[in-house]
């Protein structure tokens, strides 16, 4: 059975940090590309951030130089380290894999929520 599951989430005032987590069990972690995105009531889920299994990162144009992504083969995990936080980075984060290989297989974790205000 395939986990994703996010973490670290919460209330950060404006110009804060935070660090997102997602632990995930049920893959091979290194074969799979993962993101993080993100999703407002009405809009639809947007990617933030996207680290491939041969370790190649792009960034939305709205949190390039804020936020970075990273992965830890090893332990199975993503992260996000979110600094100079505004309110429009309130969301609902969320982890996805993306498999590598044919049938490229995507699972998405429950979602974290993030909430930037004074």
């Known amino acids: 059975q395939v986990q994703l599951v996010e973490s670290g989430g919460g209330l950060v005032q404006p110009g804060g940090s935070l660090r997102l987590s997602c632990g995930t069990s049920?893959?091979?972690?290194?074969?799979?590309?993962m993101g993080w995105y993100r999703q407002t009531p009405g809009k639809e889920r947007e990617l933030v951030a996207l680290?491939?299994?041969?370790?190649?990162?792009n960034y939305a144009d709205s949190v390039k130089g804020r936020f970075t992504i990273s992965r830890d083969n090893s332990k199975n995990m993503l992260y996000l380290q979110m600094n100079s936080l505004k309110p429009e980075d309130t969301a609902v984060y969320y982890c996805?894999?993306?498999?590598?290989?044919?049938?490229?297989?995507?699972?998405w974790g429950q979602g974290t929520q993030v909430t930037v205000s004074s």
């Open positions: 049920g893959i091979i972690f290194s074969y799979y590309s």
């Open positions: 996805k894999a993306r498999g590598s290989i044919i049938p490229f297989y995507e699972y």
């Open positions: 680290i491939t299994s041969n370790g190649g990162i």
